[in-house]
């Protein structure tokens, strides 16, 4: 869990305790005076359902990014850069989700942003190491202990600086000096055969 699902699971937790035990108090003091329980109890039971329901918010996200990591395709990414997630804040501060790039199982280069979560300035997550994400159905997750230095097949490629929406790059057809072999490359960056694996300057 992030720090904001833990920050949930408490806030939820506190909630559900003090309208619990405001309830048990209240209908204690109904069952005393003979006044109908649920005029009593009816406010801190909205506090006990309300703890309730950030619990199981958390515990159901928790489940699908589970859910991802356990029938997701496995990937080797590259930390490429960071992304703050302005929709909520931790500490006045807007956490900061982490940008990685990865080959497909088809060999294509590809970006995605995935969900760490983490405070700006921790440094949890340099860029340039490598760290081990998953895929399934269009949805990311990661595995926060897999992030190492370690040079992966590709990684020069992976951490240059070329956009990668077709629409911002220029491609064109591209002999392979190692194996003769015709594909396609954007220009002005260094491309890696997808049939031998030679890397050349296009």
Same mark, same amino acid.
Request: net charge positive; with cysteine.
């Given at each position: 869990?992030?720090?904001?699902?833990?920050?949930?699971?408490? *806030? $939820?937790?506190?909630?559900?305790?003090? #309208?619990?035990?405001?309830?048990?108090?209240?209908?204690?003091?109904?069952?005393?005076?003979?006044? &109908?329980?649920?005029?009593?109890?009816?406010?801190?039971?909205?506090?006990?359902?309300? %703890?309730? %329901?950030?619990?199981?918010?958390?515990?159901?996200?928790?489940?699908? !990014?589970?859910?991802?990591?356990?029938?997701?395709?496995?990937?080797?990414?590259?930390?490429? $850069?960071? +992304?703050?997630?302005?929709?909520?804040?931790?500490?006045?501060?807007?956490? +900061?989700?982490?940008?990685?790039?990865?080959?497909?199982?088809? =060999?294509?280069?590809?970006?995605?942003? *995935?969900?760490?979560?983490?405070?700006?300035?921790? #440094?949890?997550?340099? *860029? $340039?190491?490598?760290?081990? *994400?998953?895929?399934? =159905? %269009?949805?990311?997750?990661?595995?926060?202990?897999?992030?190492?230095?370690?040079?992966?097949?590709?990684?020069?490629?992976?951490?240059?600086?070329? &956009?990668?929406?077709?629409? !911002?790059?220029?491609?064109?057809?591209?002999?392979?000096?190692?194996?003769?072999?015709?594909?396609?490359?954007?220009?002005?960056?260094?491309?890696?055969?997808?049939?031998?694996?030679?890397?050349?300057?296009?």
């Amino acid at each position: 869990m992030n720090a904001a699902q833990k920050i949930l699971i408490i *806030i $939820g937790a506190f909630f559900a305790a003090i #309208g619990g035990t405001i309830a048990l108090i209240m209908g204690s003091m109904a069952r005393l005076t003979g006044m &109908p329980f649920m005029a009593f109890v009816a406010i801190p039971l909205l506090f006990v359902a309300l %703890g309730a %329901g950030f619990i199981i918010a958390v515990l159901i996200s928790y489940s699908r !990014k589970r859910k991802i990591r356990t029938h997701g395709i496995r990937y080797e990414a590259k930390i490429y $850069g960071y +992304v703050e997630n302005t929709s909520y804040t931790v500490n006045g501060r807007y956490p +900061v989700n982490t940008k990685v790039r990865y080959f497909d199982t088809d =060999q294509v280069e590809r970006e995605a942003v *995935i969900p760490t979560g983490f405070a700006r300035g921790s #440094g949890e997550y340099p *860029i $340039g190491m490598t760290i081990t *994400i998953y895929e399934y =159905q %269009g949805k990311f997750n990661f595995d926060p202990a897999s992030v190492r230095d370690e040079v992966i097949p590709g990684e020069a490629e992976l951490m240059d600086d070329k &956009p990668l929406e077709p629409e !911002k790059l220029k491609m064109v057809a591209v002999t392979c000096k190692n194996c003769s072999a015709s594909y396609q490359a954007a220009t002005g960056y260094s491309s890696r055969c997808p049939y031998c694996g030679g890397y050349q300057n296009v």
